[in-house]
Each structure stands twice: as C-alpha cells, then as structure tokens.
Nanobody, 129 residues
Framework: VHLVESGEGSVQAGGSLRLSCVVSAFTDSDTCMGWFRQAPGKEFEGVAAMNSNGIIRYEESVKGRFTISKDNAKNTLYLQMNSLKPEDSAMYYC????????????????????????WSQGTRVTVSS
C-alpha cells in the first residue's frame, strides 16, 4: 500500500487548507485511517481518525474546525482544515490500516504506532498570525 499526500501550504490565521492522501488500495479490514501531525518540540498526535465502519473521532483542539472524509471511488482520504490557527502549524501525515479504534488514534499517539500500518511522507502546514 502506498500513500501519496498533497496539499502543503502556508496560510494566515483563519484561513483554510485541504490535505489529500491518495491510497493505492483501501481495504475492508477492521482498522482505522487518519491524520496525524507533529510540530517541532511537540508530541506526535492524531488529529482525526475514521474507523472502517465510518465512526469518526477528532482531537479536542480541532473539533468543529477540521473534517476528515474519504472518497472510495478515488481512493483518497481528505482533511479539510478551516479556521486555522498558528498552533496548527506542523508536519501532517496520513496513515491507513492502523490496528486500533478511531478513539484511540486521536491525541498523543500510542508507542509504536508509526511502526504499523502505512504512512505518508508528510506535508508541511504553516499558519502565520
């Protein structure tokens, strides 16, 4: 499985960006997919995750501003980010086939999570004040 991420950009606070992640193959396995980020000096955290049955969870700081979605016909996972804040600046990664529930994939990541599933190369989001 290969993941190709796009949507890198720089915006001012209050602006919007949409990240896309083309996945070579979606599977029907009982896993989750999601978006993660890491800013310099901060924890690697999950911001939005979706179970294979469609249940979605968001990290508290992005609720109401970020939306995760997928287009099965295009094998693409999206993260729509609105009302961006400077603290949203980070490298963002998408990941699929993670062996955990969506609720466990948001917030600080569990040890070893980046060693399982499939991960994108990362894309930078910069939000200026």
């Amino acid at each position: 499985v290969h993941l190709v991420e796009s949507g890198e950009g720089s915006v001012q606070a209050g602006g919007s960006l949409r990240l896309s992640c083309v996945v070579s193959a979606f599977t029907d396995s009982d896993t989750c997919m999601g978006w993660f980020r890491q800013a310099p000096g901060k924890e690697f955290e999950g911001v939005a995750a979706m179970n294979s049955n469609g249940i979605i969870r968001y990290e508290e700081s992005v609720k109401g501003r970020f939306t995760i979605s997928k287009d099965n016909a295009k094998n693409t996972l999206y993260l729509q980010m609105n009302s961006l804040k400077p603290e949203d600046s980070a490298m963002y990664y998408c990941a699929t086939e993670l062996p955990l529930m969506a609720w466990a994939a948001v917030g600080p990541i569990v040890d070893g999570l980046t060693e399982v599933g499939y991960w994108s190369q990362g894309t930078r989001v910069t939000v200026s004040s």
